[in-house]
């Protein structure tokens, strides 16, 4: 195609091919972000050579400076049902609203008496919020709610995953969902002992395997024969 | 400033001289700001890294607390606070017996070099193993062995019953990060089997001693 010089005046540019990139990348940023919520805390982990992801489906436990415990469950229809059962045992009721709002926040940390109050609680009250003082994880006296929502919470999310297994199984499409995995964030000036604790809860449930979170450093050469 | 260039759309082949067209140019330049606005924003909110993580096994206690198998060539580091870390080699020895000297600390430390750099030593410490898997490596890479067998053959050398078995345990004041830190070190240093011990009374008092002093 030839094209005369426009005569005199700014040239004429042709933004199309721009302008389609442009949106190409908004539509795709649009459709793979992920818009989380803010943590409870702010929990700076340690950095390692850990190559792994963390799996997307996780029941994951923070735990801050002060080695108060976060509890969260990645998959919201896991953690909905979790809670109705954490409410039937320590009978604590909620409303079917709650139960819906609590789904949509990320981890929490207050005992499970607190629990309405926080749900309904503002986002920037949230923050402040009163009771939190990480879910309860005594492991000698009775009171450990962190291994009941390990426990229930871990239950739950393996049956999503079966029933996600067993739906695309029907509908003849490939699977590709991964099985539930514990994983434990934690600040890296926390004491030992506080993850200790954390620990002795999953080891008493018998789950002997974690994804310990940490940020990425970098260089370092690794043979690494496992893989 | 943005125009859409009037492309010729087929000829004028019916000869016949049509109205003067009105001009299809639309001011794009708004939807273009808005387009790169919204550009900007996804940009600079997207995560695009994942969390990293470790994956880390603990030991299932045994059923009986007395069948705790014997330890054979274990290497015990001990953390306390101010990034400081403490090792001894084999049993421990409350007292001088038959077997050998009261058990003693040496102290290590995190940085990459020093004499008693934490990783020189784990370097030395697994210095016959590394060469192993290292040659292991360097055949696997070429193609000489299948994943499966290198897999295989990895595993063995780890399970060297003359390799050594890193034990760590913490006192109260000791943080995370050294822990990660530990475990790192023996990551990179591929050594065949570390494990997250309690620490015991003796210990403890071994450490203490050696921090306040």
């Given at each position: 195609?030839?094209?005369?010089?426009s005569?005199?005046?700014?040239?004429?540019?042709?933004?199309?091919?721009?302008?389609?990139?442009?949106?190409?990348?908004?539509?795709?940023?649009?459709?793979?972000?992920?818009?989380?919520?803010?943590?409870?805390?702010?929990?700076?982990?340690?950095?390692?050579?850990?190559?792994?992801?963390?799996?997307?489906?996780?029941?994951?436990?923070?735990?801050?400076n002060?080695?108060?415990?976060?509890?969260?469950?990645?998959?919201?229809?896991?953690?909905?049902?979790?809670?109705?059962?954490?409410?039937?045992?320590?009978?604590?009721?909620?409303?079917?609203e709650?139960?819906?709002?609590?789904?949509?926040?990320?981890?929490?940390?207050?005992?499970?008496?607190?629990?309405?109050?926080?749900?309904?609680?503002?986002?920037?009250?949230?923050?402040?919020?009163?009771?939190?003082?990480?879910?309860?994880?005594?492991?000698?006296?009775?009171?450990?709610?962190l291994?009941?929502?390990?426990?229930?919470?871990?239950?739950?999310?393996?049956e999503?995953?079966?029933?996600?297994?067993?739906?695309?199984?029907?509908?003849?499409?490939?699977?590709?969902?991964?099985?539930?995995?514990?994983?434990?964030?934690?600040d890296?000036?926390?004491?030992?002992?506080?993850?200790?604790?954390?620990?002795?809860?999953?080891?008493?449930?018998?789950?002997?395997?974690?994804?310990?979170?940490?940020?990425?450093?970098?260089?370092?050469?690794?043979?690494?024969?496992?893989? | 400033?943005?125009?859409?260039?009037?492309?010729?759309?087929?000829?004028?082949?019916?000869?016949?001289?049509?109205?003067?067209?009105?001009?299809?140019?639309?001011?794009?330049?708004?939807?273009?700001?808005?387009?790169?606005?919204?550009?900007?924003?996804?940009?600079?909110?997207?995560?695009?890294?994942?969390?990293?993580?470790?994956?880390?096994?603990?030991?299932?206690?045994?059923?009986n607390?007395?069948?705790?198998?014997?330890?054979?060539?274990?290497?015990?580091?001990?953390?306390?606070?101010?990034?400081?870390?403490?090792?001894?080699?084999?049993?421990?020895?409350?007292?001088?017996?038959?077997?050998?000297?009261?058990?003693?600390?040496?102290?290590?430390?995190?940085?990459?070099d020093?004499?008693?750099?934490?990783?020189?030593?784990?370097?030395?410490?697994?210095?016959?193993?590394?060469?192993?898997?290292?040659?292991?490596?360097?055949?696997?890479?070429?193609?000489?062995?299948?994943?499966?067998?290198?897999?295989?053959?990895?595993?063995?050398?780890?399970?060297?019953?003359?390799?050594?078995?890193?034990?760590?345990?913490?006192?109260?004041?000791?943080?995370?990060?050294?822990?990660?830190?530990?475990?790192?070190?023996?990551?990179?240093?591929?050594?065949?089997?570390?494990?997250?011990?309690?620490?015991?009374?003796?210990?403890?008092?071994?450490?203490?001693?050696?921090v306040?002093?």
């Amino acid at each position: 195609m030839s094209k005369k010089p426009s005569k005199g005046g700014a040239p004429a540019l042709d933004m199309t091919p721009m302008v389609d990139l442009a949106f190409l990348l908004v539509t795709f940023f649009m459709l793979t972000a992920s818009f989380r919520m803010a943590e409870p805390v702010v929990v700076d982990p340690p950095s390692s050579i850990g190559q792994v992801d963390l799996p997307d489906n996780h029941i994951l436990v923070t735990i801050d400076n002060d080695g108060r415990a976060f509890f969260g469950i990645s998959n919201s229809t896991a953690k909905m049902n979790a809670l109705r059962d954490m409410s039937a045992k320590y009978k604590v009721p909620f409303t079917e609203e709650q139960i819906v709002k609590f789904s949509g926040l990320p981890s929490f940390g207050v005992d499970i008496k607190d629990l309405p109050a926080y749900i309904d609680a503002k986002e920037e009250a949230r923050k402040n919020f009163k009771g939190q003082r990480g879910v309860p994880l005594d492991t000698i006296t009775p009171n450990n709610q962190l291994k009941d929502w390990i426990a229930i919470g871990g239950r739950k999310a393996v049956e999503m995953y079966e029933e996600a297994k067993i739906k695309a199984a029907d509908a003849g499409g490939e699977f590709k969902a991964e099985k539930p995995r514990y994983a434990i964030k934690c600040d890296a000036k926390t004491k030992y002992i506080y993850v200790k604790d954390v620990i002795k809860t999953f080891t008493d449930l018998k789950l002997y395997q974690f994804n310990l979170i940490t940020s990425l450093e970098g260089g370092g050469t690794v043979i690494d024969p496992t893989k | 400033m943005a125009e859409i260039a009037d492309s010729g759309g087929g000829g004028h082949k019916g000869g016949k001289k049509r109205a003067k067209k009105q001009s299809t140019r639309i001011d794009m330049t708004p939807m273009v700001d808005l387009a790169f606005l919204l550009l900007t924003f996804f940009v600079l909110t997207a995560t695009f890294s994942k969390p990293k993580s470790m994956e880390l096994t603990f030991p299932a206690p045994p059923d009986n607390p007395k069948d705790q198998p014997a330890l054979k060539n274990g290497i015990t580091f001990l953390l306390s606070k101010d990034d400081r870390i403490f090792y001894y080699e084999g049993e421990f020895r409350p007292a001088d017996d038959e077997k050998g000297l009261k058990t003693t600390l040496s102290e290590l430390s995190f940085s990459q070099d020093g004499n008693a750099s934490l990783h020189k030593y784990l370097l030395k410490k697994s210095k016959v193993m590394q060469d192993q898997i290292r040659a292991l490596d360097v055949k696997h890479k070429n193609k000489q062995l299948e994943d499966t067998t290198f897999k295989r053959m990895v595993r063995e050398v780890k399970a060297n019953p003359a390799s050594y078995t890193y034990l760590i345990k913490t006192d109260d004041k000791a943080t995370y990060k050294n822990v990660i830190d530990v475990i790192d070190e023996l990551n990179v240093n591929v050594v065949g089997k570390y494990v997250m011990v309690d620490i015991l009374k003796p210990e403890m008092d071994l450490v203490t001693e050696k921090v306040t002093n």
